[in-house]
């Protein structure tokens, strides 16, 4: 076994290396422009990208020609959202999202509500971090052009109802976004059945490169269209110009190809997994908490806090592994995370949070050794918490006057 | 972002962690920060004769806070009071090397300490 090892796989992901075979032509021998119509190396490369189109079209059953190329799931959520409410600005400005959405929907919905662009409604979600559609449908009002709502969430790894989202935004005729970043690939989506109207994703979430997403912006039933945010050449019917990454496009769509053959067996052994992760560490220490939807979460995602520690004192201490906390000691705010906050999880909680990522090349030897370190770690921590001394000597915390800063 | 080796080494190491019984004769208790900032910090000093005998600490908090009061312990013993009070969270930021986000750890040390301070001579005060 390998040090550090990487447990934080809802940042990003390390390159399959089937991926990184199917990119590396792409760089040196076929390195035409795909949009030159003119010459064999054109040819090529745009031979290539339809195939990749074509992969990744199929994992989220759409057709090819609803798959637009972009530099990323942030770019995706950007172009989606201004995109639409930009092209349909006479029928109304009203934007529906959540609290716990990534904040590149939520930053992107604030700025146009910034700019008088739009007007932003926030549903909550309940203790497990899941949106209720029927907030959704009371949200609805002749105004509102978008609903976005993300498929599961990247700290708690909560799985929304999106079908039924998507059924509503139907019903009342309202374009339907979500952004599936951390979702497709690792559970199924099919953008038919999820009544999904445009839907962000990118690569590197999937043991693809970096630098290259997609937005998927439905045909027919509606046909969704999208005012370019970007000018130029006119690439990817007139949304989003510029030269495609065509050895990026080329890993992109060998991820997702993988990704289909193998999600069914993956999803498996990653949850098994991780509720060994779960059990043994929340079986061996008390006072810790499960935080986001105990059974319906993505497969790698586990969130727990630790009370009496915080959480970046436990990463410094496991620093051979690889993870993520709620925890904001470093921000200037020192406002833990908000997606835990907006649970109700209270921010002493929040701040003991740790995220864990399980991803692809994760072994059971690696979760063995993570196992051990966490509780050896977090029993290092709070012999040293005077919360912990004093929760033991039956002080009730949250009696006391602390004097905050 | 990258700790200091000196953050690391006590952090890994802690210097004079744990508790002093606060009824203890010469014993004063400082606490401070809230669990909600994501800090509390508890130093308690031993005082004889005017000198701090002994020093100890338990922080919740991040590594930089930890190692702040860890050094704040290393730094009191030995330490007259009236030497003690004007140790200042500057002095800690340098020998820690702490970047600009963690200088409220070094706040609440310099706190800490006041604290202790305080609760001694308003326990010595009363006898």
Partial sequence: MKLPIFLDNHSTTPMDPRVLEAMLPYFTEKFGNAASRNHAFGWAAEEAVDAARKQIARLINADAKEIVFTSGATESDNLAIKGVLEMYKEKGTHIITAVTEHRAVLDTAKALEAKGLATVTLLPVDKQGMVNPEDVRNAITDKTVLISIMLANNEIGSINPIKQIGKIAKEKGVLFHCDATQGVGKIPVNVQDMGIDLMSFSAHKIYGPKGIGALYVRKKNPRVRIAAQMDGGGHERGMRSGTLAVPLIVGFGKACEICQQEMAAESERLTKMRDRLQSAIMGALEETYLNGHPTNRLPGNLNISFAYVEGESLLMGMKDIALSSGSACTSATLEPSYVLRALGVGTELAHSSIRFGLGRFNTDEEIDYTIKKVIEVVTKLREMSPLYEMAKDGVDLKSVQWAAH | ?127
């Fill in chain 2, 1 to 127: 972002m990258a700790y200091s080796d000196k953050v690391v080494d006590h952090f890994n190491n802690p210097r004079n962690m744990g508790s002093f019984k606060k009824d203890e004769d010469g014993v004063g208790t400082g606490m401070v920060g809230a669990p909600e900032c994501g800090d509390v910090m508890k130093l308690q000093i031993k005082v004889q004769n005017d000198t701090i005998v002994d020093a100890k600490f338990k922080t919740f908090g991040c590594g930089s806070a930890i190692a702040s009061s860890s050094l704040a312990t290393e730094w009191l013993k030995g330490k007259t009071l009236e030497e003690a009070q004007k140790i200042k969270n500057t002095d800690i930021v340098q020998e820690l090397n702490l970047p600009p986000v963690k200088i409220h750890c070094s706040v609440l040390a310099e706190d800490a300490i006041k604290a202790a301070l305080a609760d001694y001579h308003k326990k010595s005060d009363a006898k």
